[in-house]
């Protein structure tokens, strides 16, 4: 069974930028996946950032998540990226990614991105 795996969280400071990956455990991303990344605060509910299909365009971002996020796919290493400029203490959360295969979703287990002040 395929599952996505988030990797590159880890604690930054206010202002880094920082890459998260996502690929699939037991598979490959291929052409009609739907791809999302998700992040959830401390206390709060599960919140989109951007979702993508793997082989085409280049996604739709939430509207609070324009700006300073940005995704993109490594296809030579079958990886879904998001890069994160000018991170805040707010931006602290658990990152997540999912794929759509087939009406199938599946989630990751999170990478938890902490921002120091």
């Known amino acids: 069974q395929v599952q996505p795996a988030e990797s590159g969280g880890g604690v930054v400071q206010a202002g880094d930028s920082l890459t998260l990956s996502c690929s699939v455990s037991?598979?490959?991303?291929?052409?009609?996946?739907?791809v999302a990344w998700y992040r959830q605060a401390p206390g709060k509910e599960r919140e989109v950032i951007v979702t993508?299909?793997?082989?085409?365009?280049?996604?739709h971002y939430a509207e609070s998540m324009r700006g300073r996020f940005t995704n993109y796919r490594n296809y030579h290493e079958n990886r879904a990226c998001l890069h994160m400029n000018g991170l805040k203490p707010e931006d602290t959360c658990l990152y997540y990614c999912?794929?759509?295969?087939?009406?199938?979703?599946?989630w990751g287990q999170g990478t938890q991105v902490p921002v120091s002040s």
């Open positions: 993508i299909t793997w082989d085409a365009g280049s996604g």
């Open positions: 037991g598979g490959t991303f291929v052409g009609d996946d739907m």
């Open positions: 999912n794929m759509q295969r087939d009406s199938v979703l599946y």
